[in-house]
């Protein structure tokens, strides 16, 4: 704005030339003024400095010619925006350009730009001036700072050293480097911290995640872990060996073969791969927390011509202390995880379990064994789980894994699933949290799962029927008072490996019978099959005389036995399991087999009345009746077949209606104006537990009713 002749002072008719010209002269604001042709017409000083061509060439020139000498992207909109500013007047403010310089290791500038019109005194458009502002710093500033802040939000979510590491180099990649990895210590991989009073260069590390940004024919980033990726082998001299021998991070701003002596591709594998990646310049980053040093995170530049700062060595100075703390509060819960998993195997409790469908014990030689667990789980219907498990490649992160995996078999009998299809499950899990989708082998890695045999068998009180089968582990033995003898069970492929692909034996136990359950260590004399028979038969006989005994004496009379023959390296602890099963007889469980009728719905009503009344159980009739009815009435309305009805007199008062449906009933609330879908929710109010179990064919809808 031009200050009025007649306001002005002494100065004031030069007041406006001066400013103009320090406008033009002196002013850190680039400003091109171009004619309503949008051709350049005049320039100040700071604009020559924007541009690698000499900026009085330009006079007279086109705006494109222009831009395209300035190496800006998106000419045409610019074009576009700045023809909008001298049709409308409407100036647009602080349009981010960016500025390509021709040098390829020169670092993309950028511009804010801002255009406004020209008007004479009379409202004439004599052209449009554009204001430029070098606002790169600024854009880097922010860039590291939105970095950082990505980093707080993300890295650090988890207790996964391994994951922690990956959400790291989801941050940096591409944004930061064009290719990352973070290498631990084994010892980190372990819970433990790397001695202090040993050279760190020399230890082993292992690659825990490996980040590399995509080509243009590549597909898009990609993560790896590697299990014995040893680099432990550091030449004197190189950015690895400085950073942990010095504990301060390295830059290499150009990596030049002339110019780094400790590169040598021809003996080490691991610089040849990095000159052949095309790499130019690299960081190197020690992971320290609390003290303690838990690896290296190393940065590199291949695709992205411009060369590392001092400016990237401080962000990445921040972004590797967060996560190297986070890293190390991994460690220590992994540390503390494995200590209580070491605790609760030592502290087993060897006592005995009495449910009603079973009496069992068990035993461990030595008695801090660590590989192996037991458990004897209830089940709907009055039944019972018997469960071994084992790690086949016992480490020190073995009992924490395998606490994970009786869990895990916990949490899915609650399903009520047959053995086979529960294994079936479980193998599905253990796979899926393998890296390339299971495992032979045990790695180093504590994120793949410990290979494990495990058994499952189901035993019925009412039916004496048991049901087993196993995912690697050692067939049951049944002792009848006919003797002794391998149940027939084939086992699968164990958790972690192959495939699942499992078969169910059936036996059915006469009175007196008992079910040793043991582990690979128990193995037959000068016999490579755990599940070889006639040994086992010769040798659990005279163990096995007298059924009658304790069953905690009957257990270390096995291992008397067994244990001396366990003399496998694979399997060091010896452990076994013996149950006494029992039996409820017509006394305590009563079933019947009522045709698909309405009628059925009554006759089912009347005999489950009946049979509580024989039971002395007069007080749960209209609640038992009424879960009758419902439960009875759904299996005629969805089944085809007959319908089997059993009550059973246990701990609680077990209804199980049965049919030849597959259909799985759901709970729902009925509207009031709703003619039915109440039974369920009816079932569920009166009942202490209730649910379904899948048969072969069709279900089981049982409820479970507190007695008096």
């Known amino acids: 704005m031009t200050t009025p002749p007649e306001e002005a002072g002494a100065s004031g008719p030069g007041l406006d030339e001066a400013v103009l010209s320090a406008l033009f002269t002196q002013s850190p604001v680039g400003l091109q003024v171009y004619d309503p042709q949008l051709r350049l017409v005049r320039v100040n000083t700071t604009t020559r400095f924007l541009s690698d061509r000499p900026v009085e060439e330009l006079l007279g020139r086109p ?67 554009a204001a430029i502002v070098d606002i790169t710093e600024r854009v880097r500033a922010e860039e590291r700072l939105e970095l950082l802040d990505r980093a707080a939000n993300t890295v650090g979510t988890t207790l996964d050293l391994f994951r922690t590491a990956e959400q790291l180099g989801d941050v940096v990649v591409p944004q930061l480097a064009d290719t990352f990895s973070v290498h631990v210590f084994d010892a980190v991989l372990r819970g433990e911290a790397p001695p202090s009073d040993t050279d760190l260069p020399t230890l082993a590390l292992h690659r825990a995640v490996f980040r590399r940004a995509a080509t243009r ?176 490649a016992p480490t020190a992160h073995a009992a924490a894994a395998l606490g994970e995996l009786r869990a895990a078999v916990a949490a899915l009998s609650e399903l009520d699933l047959p053995p086979d299809e529960l294994l079936t499950r479980l193998q599905d899990i253990v796979s899926r949290n393998t890296p390339g989708g299971g495992s032979a082998e045990l790695a180093a890695d504590p994120r793949r799962p410990v290979p494990a045999a495990c058994l499952y068998a189901v035993y019925n009180p009412v039916t004496r029927r048991l049901r087993a089968a196993s995912a690697g582990g050692p067939a049951p033995v049944v002792v009848t008072p006919d003797g002794a003898e391998l149940l027939d069970v084939v086992p699968g492929p164990a958790l972690g490996q192959g495939v699942g692909d499992y078969a169910v034996a059936f036996r059915t136990l006469p009175e007196g019978s008992l079910v040793v359950l043991r582990n690979g260590a128990l193995a037959p004399p000068d016999q490579d099959d755990a599940n070889a028979a006639s040994p086992y038969a010769d040798l659990l006989r005279p163990a096995l005389a007298d059924a009658r005994l304790p069953l905690r004496d009957l257990c270390v009379t096995v291992l008397d036995a067994l244990a001396p023959h366990a003399t496998r390296e694979s399997h060091p602890d010896a452990a076994v399991l013996i149950a006494r099963p029992r039996a409820l007889g017509p006394d305590r469980a009563v079933t019947w087999e009522l045709p698909n009728s309405p009628r059925s719905v009554g006759e089912a009503r009347e005999l489950a009345t009946e049979q509580l009344a024989a039971w002395g159980l007069a007080e749960l009739v209209d609640d038992v009746a009424l879960v009758v009815s419902e439960l009875v009435t759904n299996a005629v309305r969805h089944a085809d077949g007959p319908v089997l009805l059993r009550l059973i007199r246990d701990r609680a008062l077990i209804c199980e209606v049965s049919d030849d449906s597959s259909t799985a009933p759901h709970l729902r609330r009925a509207l009031d104006t709703d003619e039915g879908g109440r039974g369920l929710f009816i079932t569920a109010q009166l009942s202490e537990r209730w649910g379904v179990r899948p048969a072969r064919r069709g279900k089981t809808i049982w409820a479970e009713l507190p007695l008096p």
């Open 63 to 129: 705006m494109t010619e222009v831009l395209d000498a300035f190496h800006v992207e998106d000419v045409d909109e610019l074009i576009a925006a700045t023809q909008q500013v001298l049709t409308t007047g409407t100036p647009v403010r602080e349009r981010r350009v960016r500025l390509h310089d021709p040098d390829p290791e020169a670092p993309v500038r950028v511009a804010s730009a801002s255009s406004f019109r020209l008007e004479g005194a009379d409202g004439t458009v004599l052209g449009v001036t």
């Open 217 to 392: 024919t590549q597909q898009p980033p990609r993560t790896t872990v590697t299990r014995n990726d040893a680099v432990g082998e550091y030449g004197v001299g190189s950015p690895f060996h400085r950073a942990l021998t010095e504990l301060h991070p390295v830059l290499i701003e150009r990596l030049d073969p002339d110019e780094q002596p400790w590169l040598d591709p021809v003996h080490r594998r691991r610089d040849e791969l990095l000159l052949a990646s095309g790499a130019h310049s690299m960081m190197v980053v020690p992971l320290l927390a609390r003290g303690v040093v838990l690896g290296l995170a190393s940065f590199y530049r291949w695709r992205s011509p411009v060369p590392y700062d001092h400016d990237d060595l401080t962000l990445a100075e921040q972004l590797t202390s967060r996560t190297a703390l986070s890293m190390d509060n991994a460690r220590l819960y992994n540390r503390e995880r494995w200590v209580a998993g070491v605790v609760q195997h030592t502290a087993r409790d060897t006592g005995t379990y009495s449910q009603s469908a079973v009496e069992a014990a068990q035993a461990y030689r030595p008695p801090g064994a660590s590989s192996v667990w037991f458990d004897v789980l209830p089940l709907s219907g009055a039944r019972v789980a018997l469960v071994a498990g084992e790690a086949l």
